[in-house]
């Protein structure tokens, strides 16, 4: 006897308010080309609209397809294709034949081609709008998100690593290059040590700044799923880096402000197994959202 499964793909609600669009306004005030024109704030706004809704709703969209086919193909969230299977392994077999008929088709699969139909073309359009390095950004993020599913699958730390990185760290570059000065160069008396100083600091400080913050993301987005200790270690080690590179670049104050932000959350972690990683992170999302305002302020400062 056939056996039924419906699998809703609904967005869930988000934990928190930290994301690809706090990235893209922090990376666009780190960028110190942002203004109050409407060019700027205009490109802005296309940028969040562009990280948050829309690639989100594609790579939401490519996870769920990716984690439907393991689950037809028996796989468990988590193996890799072409390793042993859960069930392989003696775990109990948990997947059951599937019947696709049309009202199951409507609820489940049909919400992620519409979303993989539609998503795309709209990704393109803002993306060529925004012109500079967004069409090169949003297809390196395509291959890296197609690349992570076809290696690991969904619900794997490599997965969440890189959805760290088309978070947080897509959002941080698109904000950055959506408003920022064009042809910035050195000043032409500037020695050539200045010289070379200068674009380290002007490319290394935010590069730097923003792969620290993917770091952080993705312990972030590993809490829920259990708070292992070296979770904790490298959501600590993220904004520490920050902090220390903020110092590097000779921004002290907004290192001492990341500091005071990332111990903040400290306070707070040795209550995680008493009330729950989810309690954690929704009560201290504010100090990371308030870390990365301040690192961007503080690297917009050095120009």
């Not at 794997?156 to 760290?164: K, S």
């Not at 730097?208 to 770091?215: D, K, R």
């Amino acid at each position: 006897m056939a056996h039924w499964i419906e699998l809703r793909i609904e967005p869930a609600p988000r934990l928190t308010a930290f994301g690809p669009g706090w990235a893209a306004i922090c990376g666009a005030i780190a960028s110190g080309g942002l203004a109050w024109s409407i060019d700027k704030l205009s490109a802005l706004v296309l940028g969040v609209v562009l990280v948050d809704p829309l690639l989100q709703g594609v790579w939401t969209a490519l996870e769920a397809l990716a984690d439907a086919i393991a689950r037809r193909s028996g796989l468990q969230p988590g193996d890799r294709p072409g390793q042993p299977t859960s069930t392989e392994h003696g775990q109990p077999a948990a997947r059951l034949p599937y019947v696709m008929a049309w009202d199951r088709w409507r609820k489940t699969i049909w919400p992620v081609l519409l979303a993989l139909i539609v998503g795309p073309p709209l990704v393109a359009a803002i993306a060529l709008r925004l012109g500079h390095s967004a069409p090169l950004l949003v297809a390196a993020s395509a291959v890296l998100v197609l690349v992570a599913l076809a290696l690991s699958g969904p619900d794997t730390a490599f997965w969440r690593l890189t959805r760290a990185a088309v978070e947080v760290g897509l959002g941080w570059a698109m904000g950055y290059s959506a408003v920022a000065v064009v042809g910035w160069a050195p000043p032409a008396d500037a020695s050539v040590l200045e010289a070379i100083a200068a674009w380290w600091s002007f490319y290394a400080a935010p590069t730097t700044v923003g792969a620290l913050f993917v770091l952080s993301h993705a312990a972030w987005l590993a809490l829920p799923v259990g708070a292992s200790p070296w979770r904790i270690r490298a959501l600590n080690a993220g904004q520490a880096g920050v902090a220390v590179a903020l110092v590097v670049f000779r921004q002290p104050v907004a290192a001492a402000g990341v500091a005071f932000a990332a111990l903040g959350q400290a306070l707070f972690q040795p209550w995680i197994g008493a009330l729950g990683p989810v309690w954690y992170v929704q009560r201290t999302q504010w100090l990371l959202m308030a870390a990365m305002l301040i690192a961007a302020l503080g690297i917009a400062h050095r120009l």
